[in-house]
């Protein structure tokens, strides 16, 4: 009897933790569905800074030659890392394009067919904020300041048409060419700067910048300085004339 008594306790156990993991994934699908409306195309078109007329004219009516991926994080504002619209590029990247290593160039962003205006750029933390034609009410967002260790994540990129949600869980602060990040082990690939990372309660953790493939993880500018970031450009508005 008192066999039996166990093995219905485990059977019940087990249908808790199944139950309770169902749960979990069915809240998870939902947050990813709630968010995934706000991640967007940047579409690039680099060119070679001090072109002569017919280059210049060219340009204007050329294809964009790169994507990255940005969040709206208000009605018209978008997010992304501040690389993105730096025009800076790595001389391997400058030839796939077609330039040369030691070509200046310059960077026109779009969304969504329209031109988009950088109105405000921080180097330091990589994020950029771009002006753009979409009009959509976005959610208010939440900033996720101190993640815990090995808390789960997830990021939604879009460096084209189709939307990427990768999930992986957070691993701390980290150090990348002098720099601080929050690190994710999370798989990050070209197109993917910019992407927004949450938690699974769909608070802002960080904003991918880079993926570190030695170590295996992906860096980020964290939630609370996206969040600062943001303050200052709100203030910076209200202070205006």
């Known amino acids: ?36 409306p706000y991640t967007t195309t940047v579409a690039l078109r680099f060119s070679k800074k001090d072109q002569n007329l017919i280059l210049r004219t060219f340009s204007l009516i050329a294809e964009p030659n790169g994507h990255a991926t940005g969040f709206l994080v ?19 990247k400058k030839k ?5 290593p030691n070509d200046e160039l310059q960077v026109k962003a779009y969304v969504n067919g ?23 009410p976005t959610q208010r967002i ?3 300041r101190t993640p815990s260790r090995d808390e789960q994540l ?8 189709w939307k ?3 999930r992986g869980s957070f691993s701390g602060l980290s150090t990348f060419g002098g720099t601080e990040y929050w690190s994710a ?23 991918f910048c880079l993926y570190d493939s030695t170590r295996g993880v992906a860096l980020l500018s964290s939630g609370e300085k996206a969040q600062q970031f943001l303050a200052d450009y709100d203030t910076s508005v209200r202070s205006q004339p």
Do not use: W
């Open 114 to 136: 329209c031109e988009a205006k950088v109105v405000r750029v921080d180097e330091q933390a990589d994020l950029a904020l771009l002006s753009v034609c979409t009009s959509k």
């Open 74 to 92: 208000e009605d018209g504002l978008v997010m992304t890392s501040y690389h993105v619209v730096s025009g800076k590029l790595s001389a391997d």
């Open 154 to 161: 997830f990021m939604i990129a879009q460096p084209g048409e």
């Open 185 to 207: 082990k999370i798989e990050g690939q070209d197109g993917f700067s910019g992407s927004p990372v949450y938690n699974q309660d769909g608070e802002l953790v960080g904003v």
């Open 142 to 144: 939440t900033f996720r």
């Open 164 to 166: 990427v949600v990768r």
């Open 96 to 100: 796939l394009l077609g330039f040369k």
């Open 1 to 36: 009897m008192k066999g039996k008594v166990r093995s219905f306790a485990t059977v019940s156990s087990l249908l808790l933790i199944l139950t309770l993991e169902c749960a979990a994934q069915d809240n998870l699908a939902r947050v990813v569905r709630q968010h995934k």
